[in-house]
């Protein structure tokens, strides 16, 4: 049915709170701009009902865990002796009888925030306690004399999950609002927050909770423990031209200097000014052009609205997503100003227009340069209009197409499962979504299968990532060839490796260069020979992922496929797992959800879920470190212990044996692996690299998340 | 590491006592009231207060037997609460070891109670503070490490029957070096808060001190006969009516232990730096605990030498630097990574748990930018150790392995108690 501005409370309203159902937004084609537009600041929150609805069945499940108990509130710890109205809880989630005994014990939280701060001279970060007989942590965020706190069920919440969220919840806030006073004293906000927070819950206590029934059915939300503790966004890799061809689009547009963008069209000052802008593509980042602060946050306002799920699960005919927003750079900036240069008196809009599966995100001044905006500030239709056509055109560039095979492809790095080094199961491995192995092989351990490979298959495996195709075959590829297969014997210099997989990969170049595949053709001939050769050579192993790859690709149509580079020393592929996080650039790489799903693996979904535990406790070592060289001044009160403040790496080795292993009489097979979380420090940046991998060779992780990483992120 | 523990009746919140240690500051009676009446506050409203975290420190709050407070404020290191926990079960110990489960668990005269529980503090400081042992984070005894033991072993035997009794031992330096089998069928807490309290005791004297096992028996209590050998050496044995301590002095003592004058000398001089003399130690290690978690004991040494010459020479870790960071190692290893192992007779708030891994870990460790560490977590034995960071990062994890299985075949560590028994 046709939704107009006019109409849309009226259409949502009519919709009763037990139907499910779908809705798909499209816009006419005869349509003016301004009708697509359909979040206006003063009508409704924006994007509110849209995104519930979409995101799984919210109505149905907001009562199922009011049971648990779970609370947001803001206090006020000043009381006014004066004044007795004064209210205590400024504004408290939720509204309803599940946290009633958590608001009467308000009083508790501020008595505790206050008095701990003169006792030990450091500001209160988090409690556990009982309520009844369940366990609840407790975050909190003071800010002057208020103070946020969030309380949720231990056993969907880890005490540093908990203060991790209150820290977001607050960034988000400041980000939103300008300061959390802002945000919870107007209560006009209160719907808006209790949308917000709605959303937050229903990710916390329902998805989790339904989680334990199934453990290999929705592994991605797997992952988000860890992830969405850490300040970044997910990253794509994509080969080099499509990156080129995402970064010069955006520049163009970021450029805004096409005829109708001009000073002359307006007839006076342009309205904003574009500071930067990143591109989204279901929730993975694919470019950005904006300083990593801002980045973060907008990473965090997408996250909270759920716009990533939204993005990942649903097709968006389009999204428009307009809001007043307060950069955590510009409102409370950490770096001391430059000398003879200030941030310009401005306001900052937010401005995101999805499209199908992707979704530009801009961030706009008004003021300094451009007209100042007073009042209340309407999305510039015209602006939109110019984000859609540079998503349009991203698309016909075929830029998502490319980010959708790179999804489909196996994992880059090549990753294994760990079920494929258990030795023989009952269980199919083929039911279990694990790529099929060569028969014969598939009933013995995997060493022997790597050593009885056929030269035919090895023949098979991808030429294309031994070799740079758009080079003309070169003495140097046979070198290439021999690095990439023998890590073991000689350790691999990085470089080469990394060019294999960051520059072989498919594309659209290549889709459209017939010649160009020609010449790979040839490539591919003179390659496996030297593959073959190099293989009698030396030892030559290739890994069970690429012949199970190898079968998948034979069956397809298309040769193109993306590389895979080993990041492990050794013989076997031994890597499980990795997530490393760059704080200059903020953005996280690690394997995509759909590369989880490729390996599949029941007591791999068990490993990943391991990893994410581990992971955190890593990371509160390590941020002990990072925390050591921020802060150097002395305090009064009761100082911690720092002699674990300068460690560096952290591995812990786990034994994993299969599920559910009934045979008594036989001790379970067991595969140990490490997770081992590691800080690299290069000059004044800081990467924290985190990786699970098998225990056989003995792995320098160092190496490793330079290998990863290389000439990976966005411009800068 | 600075610390504050308030000690104060559940029913009222009067103040029992208070203890503070580090550079902290004593708690002002108001701050103590405070934290006690937080707790109050959550306890009428149905919930159980338990630990609250600032960015430099830790509160922990327990309620024992609906009588007693303890509040725990500490400077948080990372580590898991499971640690805080520990050491207040320890503190509400001391005071059943010295009073009496009864009189702490039924109030009647507080004047009076507060004034009795003075005699704990020597103890209840040693807690507190950080101390050259390892025994009361791991629950464990710690013992000294020497082929001489062996020989103590028949006159402790002796002197103990002689006293009518069949427990008995012997402290050195604050660490155990003999002890009858009925001794080590003592839980680990006991032992090591015995020690702790022959430890407190005045050197050079001799001793007959009423006690209350704080698990064998809190309510009937035993009298400890201890008397100094020699400074820092100390026999013990826990008898009931007789014999009288003056016929302990006066007649036992010289005709056991004169013999072995020279035996116990060794053994006081080799338990100052408690190096295993038996097994070879990589140059590498620069300290190490190991923990015998079914015998309840533990050996430790930070003072082993930087081999001269060596990468470590350039940069050396002190031996209170190695100390505080395999302290805190180990605090930040047991709890988060390896389970705990505690007391059967204890009962931890659901609060401590561990994080829940799916899968076992075994072994562990942490590259810093002076010194390595690395964990080993088997079936009986865990190894703590602290590495020169100039040793090779592969080479770490052989040489541990290496190191505990040379321990776990030297019969001075691992059959104290089988040979006996």
Known sequence: ?716 | MAAHLVCLTNEGGVPLFSRSSGSAKPLAFAEQGMLYGVQMFAQNHGVTLQTTDTEESKVVWRVFHDSIVLVLVQGDDGSSHVHANTLLEHVFQTMVMYLGLDTISRLRNIERLRRDLRVCYPVIDSLLEDVHVFDSICETVEVVSTTEVASLQEPLESFVTECDSTFGCVHCNGRLLVATPKWWSLSGQEMMLLCRFIRSLPKNSASDIPVYLPHASPKVPHRLISVHLLSGLVVSVLCLDVPTLSTVQSKLIETHWLPHFETLKGCLRASVTNIPKTIPIDPGILGFLVINTEQHKCISSCELPIVEGSMAERRPLTVQKRRRILTSFYRNTVGSIFSVIHSPERKDPSGDRPSTFLHAAEETYMNALDHKCFAINSKDFRLFAIFSSAVPHHAVRYVSLQFLENLKKDKAFTDLREKKS
Request: aromatic content about 8%; glycine content about 6%.
């Open chain 1, 1 to 716: 049915m046709p939704v107009t501005l006019k109409s849309i409370d009226k259409i949502l309203s009519s919709f009763s709170s037990d139907n499910q159902m779908n809705i798909q937004l499209e816009r006419p084609a005869s349509a003016l701009p301004s009708d697509g537009v359909l979040s206006q600041p003063k009508v409704k929150p924006p994007n509110g009902k849209i995104i519930k609805l979409l995101t799984e069945r919210s109505h149905d499940v907001s009562n199922s865990f009011l049971e648990i108990p779970h609370a947001i509130m803001y206090l006020n710890m000043v009381r006014d002796s004066d004044d007795n109205d004064a209210k205590e809880i400024l504004y408290k989630y939720p509204s309803k009888d599940s946290a009633s005994k958590l608001h009467a014990i308000h009083g508790l939280f501020v008595t505790l925030g206050d008095m701990l701060h003169n006792i030990t001279d450091s500001r209160i970060t988090g409690t556990s306690l009982l309520v009844g007989e369940e366990l609840l942590h407790v975050g909190y965020f003071k800010w002057c004399s208020e103070l946020l706190v969030v309380a949720l069920p231990a056993k969907n919440a880890s005490q540093h999950q908990v203060q991790c969220i209150t820290q977001q919840i607050a960034k988000l806030m400041n980000f939103m609002f300008l300061s959390l006073n802002r945000a919870f004293d107007d209560e006009a906000n209160h719907g808006r927050l209790d949308h917000l927070f709605n959303l937050l819950m229903f990710q916390l206590l329902y998805k989790r909770d339904n989680m334990d029934v199934g453990l290999k059915g929705d592994l991605p939300h797997y992952q988000d423990i860890f992830l969405q503790m850490l300040p970044g966004i997910r990253w794509l890799s994509l080969p080099d031209e499509i990156k080129l061809d995402i970064d010069s689009t955006i520049t163009d547009f970021e450029a805004a200097d096409f005829a109708d963008f001009s000073v002359q069209h307006y007839n006076d000052r342009r309205p904003y000014i574009i500071i930067g802008s990143c591109l989204l593509y279901k929730g993975y980042l694919l470019s950005s052009h904006l300083p990593t602060e801002d980045l973060l946050d907008i990473g965090i306002y997408c996250n909270y609205y759920s716009l990533n799920g939204l993005a990942t699960h649903q097709t968006v005919g389009q999204l428009v997503i307009w809001r007043e927003v307060f950069p955590t750079r510009r409102v409370q900036p950490m770096e001391p100003s430059v000398h003879g240069y200030s941030e310009p008196q401005a306001r900052w809009f937010l401005l995101i227009v999805g499209l199908e599966h992707s979704a530009l995100c801009v961030l706009l001044e008004a003021g300094g340069c451009a007209f100042p905006a007073i009042g209340t500030v309407f999305p510039d239709p015209f602006y939109v209009d110019q984000l859609r056509a540079t998503l349009l055109h991203l698309d016909s560039l075929k830029v998502f197409a490319a980010c959708e095979e790179r999804l489909s492809v196996p994992p880059i790095p090549a990753l294994s499962s760990v079920d494929w080094f258990f030795p023989s199961r009952k269980t199919s491995g083929l039911e279990l979504g694990q790529p099929p192995l060569p028969p014969s092989a598939s009933s013995s351990p995997m060493i022997s299968r790597l050593h009885g490979q056929s030269p035919a298959a090895v023949r098979g495996r991808k030429p294309s990532d031994l070799r740079p195709f758009h080079r003309p075959p070169s003495p140097s590829a046979g070198t290439s060839v021999h690095v990439d297969s023998d890590n073991e014997s000689e350790p691999t210099s990085p470089f080469p490796s990394r060019t294999n997989s960051s520059q072989s990969s498919p594309s659209m170049g290549r889709r459209s260069d017939l010649q160009r595949r020609g010449s790979d053709v040839s490539a591919e001939s003179t390659g496996s020979n030297e593959i073959y050769r190099a293989g009698k050579r030396t030892r030559l192993v290739p890994d069970p992922y690429n012949l199970g790859m190898m079968q998948r690709v034979a069956n397809d149509s298309s040769v193109d496929h993306f590389s895979a580079t080993k990041l492990t020393a050794g013989q076997d592929n031994t890597l499980f797992h990795f997530v490393h996080m760059d704080s200059a650039t903020g953005i996280i790489v690690c394997p995509t959800n759909e590369d989880i799903k490729f390996l599949g693996g029941s007591i791999h979904a068990y490993l990943l879920q391991n990893f994410q535990i581990c992971c955190k406790e890593i990371r509160r070592v390590l941020q002990r470190h990072l925390k050591s060289n921020r802060e150097d001044e002395q305090l009064k009160g009761i100082p911690g212990d720092d002699s674990l403040n300068t460690v560096q790496e952290y591995g812990i080795l786990f034994k994993c044996t299969p599920p559910n292993w009934t045979d008594a009489k036989k001790q379970p097979p067991a595969v140990q692996y490490w997770v081992v979380g590691r800080l690299v420090k290069i000059s004044s940046t800081i990467k924290e690299f985190y990786v699970c991998y098998q225990h056989s060779t003995c792995q320098n992780t160092i190496e490793m998340a330079f290998k990863l990483v290389y000439g990976e992120g966005p411009l800068s």
